[in-house]
Structures are given as structure tokens and as C-alpha cells.
């Protein structure tokens, strides 16, 4: 079965911080996704990686980097963590076009 | 670029009615469609995919969208709704070529009353 985890399903950290969201999958796809979701706003990219240490910018990628030293695993750092960085996370990977979801990380920075 | 749109954020049903939930999308290529639903408290799960072949496809609970290429619609539709399904239903799309990128709806929630 497939199978995307996630860290933490809730985070709460202060202005400032360094924040680490960790997304695993066994899957064994090439292709891995991180998106924000927000009320209104459905879900945006953020970054993606479509190999091992390759990644490309989605539509939001100020304020974020990531990371892919393994296929299996896609790290999503917040180098200095913001209000207007509290969301909904949720990370993914796809192969032949379908893409398969974490459970998701609700991150509050305060 | 892509684009998606929701027409509604909300849809209010009784139990046991029928329902449609309106996605227009834009695109200067061809595209993949698909919806995924999420339940409360969880991540996203695709519900249905088109991505060639009949234009009608269905999902194993009862949905079933139509993609209009003419109209750019891909809506989804149920003939008899669950208390079970209420849930955020999203709309995506992604061209036929590259990283496989999803371009999202705003959402729409779907609220089943008894």
C-alpha cells in the first residue's frame, strides 16, 4: 500500500526558529512535493525535487529551502520561522502522474 | 501557465440528494485532471483521475466527473450523497509533460445535512 508519512502532525514553534518538517515515502518515486494549504487558498507549491539533491522552486518559495540527500526522504526547512508562516503542510510524491499525500503537518509559529 | 477554479466554497446538502461540484480550469496544453478529497483532520486522497480515453470516469464511491474539453470543466457529480462524504473536495490539474506539478482549486466544502 502507499504510504507518505510525515514527522509531525502538529508543530508549534516561536518567531525565529529554525524549522525542520521531515516527509518520507516507500514508494520508491522519483517525484516529491511540498505544498502549503491555507483557508480561500486551496494548496500551493512550494518546492519540489524530481531526483536525489534536484530541486526547483514551486510558486511559493520565499522563506523555504529543502532538502533531498535520499529518494525515500524530502526535508522542508523554514530558515527563520514567521507568523505568516503558520499553515498547513502536507508533502507528496507521485509517479505515472498521480500524486499520493502525507497525512499533513499543522505548523503554528508564534 | 495552468489556472484551476472552484465556483463554489461552500455546497449545503440534505443526505441522499444529488450534488455537483463546478471545476473550470485553463491551460494552453493538455492536460491530466483530477479530484482529491480530504477528510477532516487528514491529508489528501485522490478520488478520481482523467487522464485519457471515455471522458466520463468514476470513483469507487459513487462520483463520477465528466472532462469537456470545449468547456474546460471537469465537474464532479453524485446522484445520492453519504453523511460520509462530507468532506473539502479539491480540484488539480497537471500537464501531460515535466515534474508532474499540481495546479489546486481554492477547494469546496461539502456539508451533507441529515
Known amino acids: 500500500d502507499v504510504k507518505v508519512t510525515q514527522s509531525s502532525r502538529y508543530l508549534v514553534k516561536r518567531t525565529g526558529e529554525k524549522v525542520f518538517l521531515e516527509c518520507v515515502q516507500d514508494?520508491?518515486?522519483?517525484?516529491m512535493f511540498w505544498y502549503r494549504q491555507d483557508p480561500g487558498l486551496g494548496l500551493r507549491l512550494i518546492y519540489f525535487?524530481?531526483?536525489?539533491?534536484?530541486?526547483e522552486k514551486g510558486d511559493i518559495p520565499e522563506g523555504y529551502s529543502v532538502s533531498r540527500e535520499k529518494k525515500e526522504r524530502f526535508s522542508l526547512i523554514l530558515e527563520s520561522a514567521s507568523t505568516n508562516q503558520t499553515s498547513m503542510y502536507l508533502c507528496?510524491?507521485?509517479?505515472?502522474?498521480?500524486?499520493?499525500f502525507g497525512p499533513g503537518t499543522r505548523l503554528t509559529v508564534l | 501557465a495552468q489556472s484551476v477554479t472552484q465556483l463554489d466554497s461552500q455546497v449545503p446538502v440534505f443526505e441522499e440528494a444529488p450534488v455537483e461540484l463546478r471545476c473550470n480550469y485553463s491551460s494552453s496544453v493538455s492536460v491530466y485532471l483530477f479530484w482529491y478529497v480530504q477528510y477532516p483532520n487528514q491529508g489528501l486522497q485522490l478520488l478520481l483521475k482523467?487522464?485519457?480515453?471515455?471522458?466520463l470516469v468514476e470513483s469507487i464511491n459513487g462520483f463520477e466527473a465528466e472532462f469537456n474539453k470545449s468547456q474546460t470543466s471537469f465537474h464532479l457529480r453524485k446522484p445520492s450523497v453519504h453523511i460520509s462524504d462530507t468532506a473539502e473536495y479539491f480540484c488539480a490539474v497537471s500537464v501531460l509533460q515535466g515534474a508532474q506539478k499540481l495546479v489546486f482549486g481554492q477547494g469546496t466544502r461539502l456539508t451533507i445535512n441529515p
Open positions: 482523467y487522464l485519457s480515453g471515455s471522458t
Open positions: 507528496a510524491s507521485s509517479m505515472h502522474n498521480v500524486q499520493f
Open positions: 525535487s524530481y531526483d536525489v539533491k534536484m530541486k
Open positions: 514508494m520508491d518515486h522519483e517525484n
